[in-house]
């Protein structure tokens, strides 16, 4: 009677064994990988709305994850992500500059990125620590009006602004993230000193407008002969009506100058996220081919910088740029802003 029982209980296992098979769909604790499908991640979102709510859709239509989005700007959600510490609800951090991501890693709040995603991502557009990577890119340009300043008269180098020369003659939006973060960059390369006595002549020489589209507008309407903004303001207007920038060119400084810098957008896993799978996942959708190639076809104008994928067109390669080397995790925008602050500019 042991044997019959012992044989029946065999023959019981075998055929459960073989439909488990015959079905060919092995379950998430066969695979080792947790299924994500059904979760909800909350982004903290310091980028375009338009860009991240793109790539929160198409990840949502190929996982299942639900994306919640809260926007605001770099510096306002980097310092709520570190006031709520282990306690912030939020699950994924992104940023339009690196500075902001620099911030909450050295407040200890990072994630490490899964190697897999940091693997997408060259050098150039990734911190050295692995905390966070870069997901888009933006350069530093100077707009000009060729009616109001020839090509030959335009400065050689960013630090050239500082010259008497260029006074009355400029503009730029020193309270915004994007111009902090060239700050950071001018910073990184020439020093404390050097970036001190540049602020302060800026302060004389430079006229102030709030935001790079206005900066391009008053540029544009012959107010002011040059101004420094990002590259994707001006493209963004040329593929449209051209209203705020058909009496305009670029110029572009190369040669490694601090104006030549090329800003590197960030995104993050929050440490405290209780949704890490789903969390990395995002991340490493993003700066995949998919969510790179919303960033090649988008009406964002950013560039890509992961997984290959080439920028639109329209814009110049990064190559063909020629920024400084800077590694994104080193920018200090507290720094900055005391600097800034010492200058009279903020």
Sequence with gaps: M????LALALASTAALTLTACSTGAATPAATGTPSISGSTITVYNAQHEELTQAWADEFTKETGVTVTLRNGSDSELGNQIIAEGAASPADVFLTENS???SLVENAGLFADVDADTLAQVPTAYKPSTGKWTGIAARSTVLVYNPSLISESELPASLLDLADASFKGKWAASPSG??????????????????????????????????????VMKAVNAGQVPVGVIYH?????????????SANTALHYFKNQDPGAFVSVS????????KNQAAAQAF??????????????????????????????PALPSLDSLDAPTIDPST????????????????
Excluded: C, H
């Design 177 to 214: 993230a994007d111009f902090q973060a060239i700050v950071s960059a001018l910073l990184q390369e020439k020093g404390k000193d050097a970036t001190l006595a540049w602020l302060t002549a800026m302060k004389e020489n430079s006229t102030a407008y709030k935001g790079n589209s206005t």
């Design 266 to 273: 960030g995104g993050g896993v929050l440490k405290s996220s």
């Design 283 to 312: 991340l490493k959708f993003i700066t995949g081919k998919a969510g790179q190639g919303i960033l090649q076809t988008g009406a964002s104008l950013e560039y890509p910088v992961g997984s290959d994928v080439t920028p639109n």
């Design 331 to 346: 920018l200090n925008s507290s720094e900055v802003t005391d600097l800034m602050t010492q200058a009279g500019l903020l």
């Design 2 to 5: 042991k044997r019959v029982t």
């Design 232 to 244: 994707y303001y001006w493209f963004i207007d040329q593929a449209g009506t051209k209203e705020n």
């Design 99 to 101: 500075p902001a991501m």
